[in-house]
């Protein structure tokens, strides 16, 4: 496991500590960061003073117990608490620019993609739920290609190949959820936001998206949200902790590599959260 | 509550207690036979033995309640340290086990003087104790002592040496009985210092070697 780690964090330290820039705009280690991230709901804050740095081309494990304000969070990468009654304070910079200062939301959410717990396919064919996201986005090129293309990424390609018409409804859990992932893919986005993907999904569904978000870090920047402890330790390359203090607000208490964190955690929140010893 | 990962834990230290009594015994024996000139050769290698086999059930605990609760943090810390103290005392028993046989390697050597085994001996003594005492406490004050109890053997070793090479002594069986089990002193000393720098990655997950 040690040997794993050691190869997984190869400079993944160094790395990180050397881009800290305290500027949070010119950072290109840094593909998005919250300043001052605060949510709103009503009049009682969720989430507050959220500042982190998600490294490009990494996997981020967000973790925490129920409530903390984890979906909070990842929700404001996108905007999708635009939906909901939220108020949202500080910023969230993505690629140098704050999402929330520009008013194109559907170019935010091109950007940055998200899939959710639960596989949430469109009542359509397999292949109309990967090209639905290309259509919207008014997407020119080769439509065939770029589906087949991102069913391959997914690695649904050999089991849908054949039976690309049928609905997608057909397909089990852990095939319907590489199809969600596979609809996120196809218009290319930055960075992937993934909201406990795995957690309907029996052991060998969720092994096979686990080692499919290992993959796909080569070229997209992921956060996934997980309550299992083993699960962020095997796929993340960094680790972010949030708790809810005595006002019931949830706060990012801890941030760095998943060994640093599950080996030697500098906060005893997390040290008692990963022990199991809540509560 | 209790977590099932503490009961595990709980057995697994009283095991690493159980070893560490054994390990400081065997040392004693053995120094104590080559001070006495006795023959502790038998008793020293079947503590050895032993030891062996508790080390092999430490691995199996360790490994076991690695596999059943995934631990993190100060629990994977003191986990694994197990594993890698547990090999220390096996090694403890080991040199003792060498100095034990050094009489029956070199015949009659109960007229050596053995001054420096005695001092020497005493400092890796209270260095054996230090540790295991660090060890089962997680007490990263006494551990830190240990690197400079080992400095005072190490420069002990060198004087050693350096004074045999230039002895008058005509009795070479002395000369290098006292040698052997100076290195195997200075060996022992070596593992409580391992020991120590385990005890302060267990506290404080700041790794030493």
């Known amino acids: 496991m040690v040997r794993l780690w050691s190869y997984r964090d190869n400079g993944a330290t160094e790395e990180y500590n050397n881009s800290y820039n305290d500027d949070y705009y010119i950072d290109t280690k840094v593909i998005l960061a919250s300043k001052g991230l605060g949510v709103i709901y009503g009049n009682k804050y969720a989430i507050m003073d959220v500042n982190i740095k998600i490294p490009k081309y990494s996997v981020t494990a967000i973790i925490g117990p129920s409530g903390c304000g984890k979906s909070t969070l990842i929700r404001c990468f996108n905007r999708m608490n635009d939906l909901l009654d939220a108020k949202v304070e500080g910023q969230v910079i993505l690629n140098g620019v704050d999402i929330y200062s520009i008013d194109d939301v559907v170019e935010v959410r091109r950007r940055v993609g998200m899939v959710f717990q639960k596989p949430n396919p469109f009542p359509m064919s397999i292949y109309d739920n990967v090209a639905f996201g290309l259509r919207i986005n008014g997407f020119k090129g080769d439509m065939d290609e770029q589906v087949e293309w991102a069913l391959k990424e997914a690695v649904l390609w050999d089991e849908v190949k054949d039976r690309l018409d049928d609905n997608a409804y057909t397909l089990s859990g852990g095939q319907q959820q590489r199809l969600c992932i596979a609809r996120a893919l196809a218009i290319e986005p930055d960075v992937l936001l993934m909201d406990e993907p795995t957690a309907s999904l029996d052991p060998i569904a969720s092994t096979r998206i686990e080692q499919l978000i290992t993959r796909l870090k080569e070229r997209v920047t992921i956060i996934i949200i997980t309550h299992n402890i083993q699960q962020a330790a095997r796929i993340s390359d960094y680790v972010g902790v949030m708790m809810i203090d005595d006002r019931l607000v949830g706060r990012l208490v801890e941030f760095g590599t998943t060994r640093e964190v599950f080996e030697n955690p500098k906060n005893k929140l997390t040290e008692d959260y990963i022990s199991g010893r809540f509560g | 509550m209790r977590r099932l990962l503490d009961i595990g834990i709980n057995n697994l230290a009283n095991m690493m207690h159980d070893m560490s009594k054994i390990a400081q015994e065997c040392v004693t024996t ?180």
């Open chain 2, 30 to 209: 053995a120094i104590d036979s080559y001070l006495n000139d006795e023959d502790a050769v038998n008793y020293v290698y079947s503590k050895a033995q032993q030891l062996t086999m508790l080390k092999d059930e430490v691995n199996d605990l360790a490994i076991e309640l690695i596999i059943r609760y995934q631990p993190l943090a100060s629990d994977l810390r003191y986990i694994s340290s197990c594993i890698e103290v547990a090999y220390d005392f096996v090694r403890f028993a080991r040199y003792a086990y060498d100095i034990a046989q050094v009489k029956t390697q070199l015949g009659n050597i109960a007229s050596c003087d053995k001054d420096i085994i005695v001092r020497i001996s005493n400092i890796v003594n209270d260095m054996l104790v230090k540790s295991i005492h660090a060890f089962n406490n997680k007490d990263m004050d006494t551990a830190k002592i240990l690197v400079d109890m080992d400095d005072e053997v190490d420069s002990l070793y060198r004087v050693s040496l350096s004074g045999m090479i230039n002895s008058k002594d005509v009795d070479i069986r002395c000369i290098l009985a006292n040698l052997l089990v100076i290195r195997y002193l200075e060996r022992i000393a070596d593992h409580t210092v391992y020991v120590g720098e385990l005890v302060r990655y267990i506290v404080s997950g700041e790794r030493m070697r």
